[in-house]
């Protein structure tokens, strides 16, 4: 069975996706719905009834009336809050499904369907329910308005027009967002099923389309929608913002294109996780993964709303011009841009749960969306190193001999994977008996170098009366279930199947004993970790790849209800298995294909099955960094590409892309050639290796961007415009990055036979060509020369990178290596830099066990002090005693007037070290001053001054 589905599975990649598996907004029944309605709409049949406005502990209750053609107008209770870090909440829900007054159109459903529109999105995405409200708020209403001042000085306002219903936000008098301005928000209410569903509905609202209310068939499947037409939509619009970005998953530009008809793509962006079998590069196509956060960037303004559903989602998007004087808008920020972004959100399912942000700088937006979803988790350091998998490393001689060859080539290396092959006839939680027969030595041999061992677990389960978690599943009812309430079955790798239902509390407790240390799985290893694969969930030859909309989750949901959800419940029930392995000392890690807002904090993703090609390794980049925006920076590709072989040429552009990206894997597909660095012949072998060093080399300011990450939503890879939000020319730029606080501004090569790339110096600092230290004065855009082993690299004077320079097998065994401090200046001499380290591990740092540290240079000085408010504990600065700067490198400061000696000051006490001048050699190229051996503390407080 499972060598019929590696058959089947395997088609070249050149096919590309299989488009008539999926629907297009056309032949989406609410998609159409929502499009049709926006085209006809001419006054939104929405008004707030004044009447019923209640302030209550700093909240907006009311009711949204909806005249019908027919009857009196339904009822939606409508909820206003504004949130402590100046985030605005809107939700609504509607009356009768909420009182559950409607009947199921399935008769056998009404004991298992829920009736009420889902409202356990939140309970999944948000780290906690009790969002603390801005008590300062002030709520002015008048006759037909309502004004709401908030935020930092009061300076945002957020206007609620009552009929027709419209908000407005605004920062400082200047819209910039307004909901429901072209009328296209649509609840559709709940109405009894036409007895004849061919003919109209007698009960439909203004505007609605008949398409698909009712069971809607498709690639010879029929959904049975029992609950009927249910769908939210609402347009938001950006007003005076070209440039919009985020809504990952999808293989397509950082500034999202616009859709329809008038657009650059015809669909609007796909939100509907799955298994999509050789994605197509350029298109609004869903993938595995879904963030519905979007951001809007201008010069001096950056905004967001986050579109808090689970259910199926598209957005279009569309791009005009604003009028001139059609507004109250401040003219000086808005003669920047005349363009407005006009976007149309449509669910499924669901109430409507929307948040807004108005920053005003992008770092304002990330951590307001963060302080909501989380940030990501803090992951140990080996989790940022070099991680080798294939499918599949085929026995533990295999596994242990891949181990030893990179230990042989000197190339280093944290963590080996295991694809599916590993366990006995895809059993998760069982070895393959004759080629696995003693994991827990090879785990034992692989924590020698500290190295980990990934393990495949996925959420489909085999049927089989003898396989022990089937069996328990199969006692327990705590799968997922059919539309008439059996198991759902289904293929995929395991053959015949049926899928976990991470939503049941019961399930959850099971997962973590078939977790539990001492198990007979995982044993006690420390360094085993696992992988989430599957998630979305991925059924094979499943309506659109994925399980049925009708299916039943815990509590009654339909799997509509929570599909883009399911994937972040199942990864989390592996994190909370794995703190509960550990009693909360190890964090977890766990790649995860499907994600959802929120799954940051249970560890990274990856882009799933690309192939080896170079328009793939090109897109990357963008993919990568609308997820760093999307609140889920901890992110990675296939590198090499899944499908294919990819050249020597491609490869080694492939790594030398990945030293930045913040998960480096790579990965390939059965049917490709092994393609570990160390098959190569020179050049590539050696350059692999130099970039793989090179990660290992930035690790300690990876690790710290990460800290910026996990506490303020920061992301690792930034595009230009978050460094650079004044820089209009880089607002579309999406093949330069910057990593983290390092101000280090890299543009990969992603072309094949590229003899020279161009660079852009975005603003008026000094910039340093990270190789030969050549000087360039920004803003400039510049020719680089691109032989095979340059990696475009710009350093921007003004920073200071933490580094690490001696080369070990395994970041976790480099722990307590000494750290260099590379500091390049700026044109006034000056630099500054963060650095955070701590036990690489445990969650100790919560309890103060780490050190965070500001780095200044200025005058001729350098100081490290503690970042306000981070003073590391006594016990933490014993347990790193030995942890040492060896090295520090000052580039492109003025050399004339060093003393001949550094002189250091640490606790009270005083030495020296010696200063080098070395010259590049060229002229063009910045002094580089070393002190050698200045022997401070990394977690200290002290100075070196060169003066
Ligand atoms: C349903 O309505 C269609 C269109 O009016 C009609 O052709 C069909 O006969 C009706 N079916 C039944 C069962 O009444
Ligand atoms: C994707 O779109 C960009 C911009 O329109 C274009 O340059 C590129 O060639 C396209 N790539 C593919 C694979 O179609
Ligand atoms: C795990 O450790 C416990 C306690 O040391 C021991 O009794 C048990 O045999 C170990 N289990 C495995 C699978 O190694
Ligand atoms: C070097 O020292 C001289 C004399 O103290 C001073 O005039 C000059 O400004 C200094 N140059 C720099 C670059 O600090």
Not at 237 to 260: C, M, Q, W
Not at 396 to 421: C, M, R, T
């Amino acid at each position: 069975m499972l060598l019929l589905y590696l058959v089947l599975a395997w088609i070249p990649y050149c096919l590309a996706a299989k488009r008539y598996l999926f629907k297009t907004c056309d032949q989406s029944g609410f998609c159409n719905r929502n499009r049709y309605y926006a085209s006809h709409v001419e006054q939104s049949p929405y008004s707030l009834d004044s009447a019923s406005c209640r302030f209550e502990s700093g909240a907006l209750y009311a009711t949204l009336l909806k005249q019908l053609p027919n009857g009196s107008p339904a009822q939606f209770p409508l909820k206003l809050s504004v949130l402590k870090d100046g985030q605005f909440r809107i939700q609504i829900d509607e009356q009768t499904r909420l009182e559950k007054n409607i009947n199921l159109a399935r008769e056998q459903s009404a004991d298992i369907v829920r009736k009420e529109r889902y409202n356990e999105a939140a309970d999944w995405a948000l780290v906690s329910d009790e969002l603390p409200l801005d008590t300062s708020a002030k709520f002015v209403p008048s006759d037909s308005k309502l004004y709401i001042e908030y935020g930092p000085d009061h300076s945002f306002t957020a206007t609620i027009n009552f009929e027709p219903f419209q908000l407005s936000f605004a920062v400082n008098g200047d819209i910039q967002i307004v909901l429901n301005e072209n009328g296209f928000f649509n609840m559709e209410h709940w109405r009894p099923r036409p007895s004849n569903t061919s003919e109209p509905d007698p009960n439909a609202g203004l505007y609605e389309s008949d398409t698909g209310k009712w069971d809607e068939s498709f690639g010879g499947f029929t959904d049975s929608k029992t609950r009927g037409p249910e769908s939210v939509a609402l347009d938001i619009s950006f007003k005076g913002f070209s440039h919009v970005y985020g809504i990952p998953e999808h293989a397509d530009s950082l500034n999202l294109r616009s859709t329809g008809e008038q657009g650059e793509h015809s669909d609007p962006y796909h939100l509907f996780n799955v298994d999509i079998f050789e994605y197509e590069v350029n298109s609004t196509m869903s993938t595995y993964g879904a963030i519905p956060f979007m951001q809007a960037h201008r010069k001096g303004a950056s905004v967001g709303v986050f579109w808090l559903n689970g259910a199926d989602t598209w957005v279009d998007i569309s791009r005009m011009s604003s009028e001139a004087g059609s507004d109250t808008h401040d003219q000086k920020v808005l003669s920047a841009s005349k363009t407005t972004t006009l976007t149309h959100w449509i669910s499924e399912a669901g109430v409507l749960d929307l948040f807004v942000f108005l920053g005003p700088t992008p770092k304002d937006v990330y951590r307001q969306y963060s302080s909501l979803t989380g940030g990501t988790l803090m992951p140990q350091l080996s989790a940022i190193g070099y991680h080798q998998c294939r499918w599949n490393y085929n026995s533990e001689e295999d596994v242990l001999e891949v181990s030893a060859k990179f230990d042989e080539h000197n190339i280093p290396v944290d963590v080996i994977w295991l694809d599916i092959a590993y366990t006995d006839q895809v059993k998760y939680f069982t070895w393959h008996p004759s080629n696995f027969p003693h994991p827990q030595n090879m785990l034992a041999e692989l924590d020698k170098s500290k190295r980990k061992l990934v393990t495949i677990i996925d959420p489909h389960i085999k049927i089989d009366d003898d396989y022990f978690v089937y069996k328990h599943l199969k006692e327990t009812g705590t799968y997922l279930r059919n539309s008439a309430g059996e198991q759902f079955e289904g293929e995929c790798w395991s053959g015949h199947s049926v899928w976990v239902d991470p939503f049941n509390p019961d399930e959850r407790k099971y997962w973590a004993e078939l977790h539990a240390l001492g198990g007979d799985f995982a044993g006690n290893a420390s360094n085993i970790w696992f992988w989430n694969d599957m998630n979305e969930p991925s059924v094979f030859e499943g309506a659109e790849t994925t399980a049925p909309r009708d299916a039943i989750h815990y509590d009654g949901w339909e799997h509509r209800d929570v599909h883009n959800i399911f994937g972040m419940a199942y990864h989390s029930s592996t994190y909370d298995a794995l703190i509960a392995r550990h009693k909360g000392t190890l964090r977890p890690f766990i790649l995860t294909r499907s994600f959802f807002a929120g799954s940051q904090r249970y560890g990274p993703m990856w882009t799933g099955d690309n192939a080896a090609t170079w328009d793939f390794l090109k897109v990357s980049i963008p993919m990568l960094l609308t997820n760093g925006i999307a609140g889920m920076p901890f992110s990675g590709v296939d590198v090499g590409g899944f499908f294919d072989n990819p050249s020597p040429e491609l490869l080694t552009r492939w790594y030398q892309a990945a030293v930045f990206y913040p998960f480096f894997r790579a990965h390939a597909h059965i049917d490709t050639k092994r393609r570990e660095p160390y098959l190569y012949d020179e050049p590539y072998l050696s350059l692999m290796r130099d970039a793989v060093n090179l990660r290992y080399a930035f690790s300690p300011a990876a690790y710290t961007a990460f800290y910026r990450a996990h506490t303020e939503g920061m992301p690792i890879l930034r595009p230009l415009f978050v460094e650079y939000p004044d820089a209009e020319n880089t607002f579309g730029v999406e093949d330069h990055f910057v990593l983290g606080d390092t101000g280090l501004l890299v543009r990969p090569v992603t072309e094949e036979n590229a003899a020279e790339v161009q660079v852009i110096l975005p603003d008026a600092s000094i910039y340093y060509d990270f190789d030969t230290q050549e000087v360039f004065q920004g803003p400039t855009k510049i020719t680089v020369q691109t032989p095979l082993e340059k990696i475009p690299i710009f350093a921007r004077g003004g920073h200071i990178i933490p580094q690490r320079h001696r080369e070990r097998r395994s970041l976790e065994l480099a722990k307590f290596d000494p750290f260099t401090l590379v500091v390049y200046v700026d044109e006034n001499g000056e630099a500054e830099g963060k650095h955070y380290i701590d036990d690489f591990k445990s969650y100790e740092y919560q309890n103060g066990m780490y050190a965070y540290k500001d780095l200044l240079f200025k005058g001729g000085r350098l100081i490290s002090q503690d970042v306000e408010g981070h003073q590391p504990n006594s016990e933490f600065l014993d347990s790193i005693e030995e942890l040492v700067i060896e090295k520090v490198i000052v580039i492109g400061l003025e050399t004339s007037n060093l003393s001949s000696e550094a002189l250091i000051k640490e606790n009270g006490e005083e030495s020296t070290a010696e200063i080098i001048i070395n010259s590049k050699g060229s002229s063009s190229a910045a002094s580089e001053i070393l002190i050698r051996n200045p022997r401070v503390s990394a977690g200290g407080n002290w100075e070196i001054n060169l003066l």
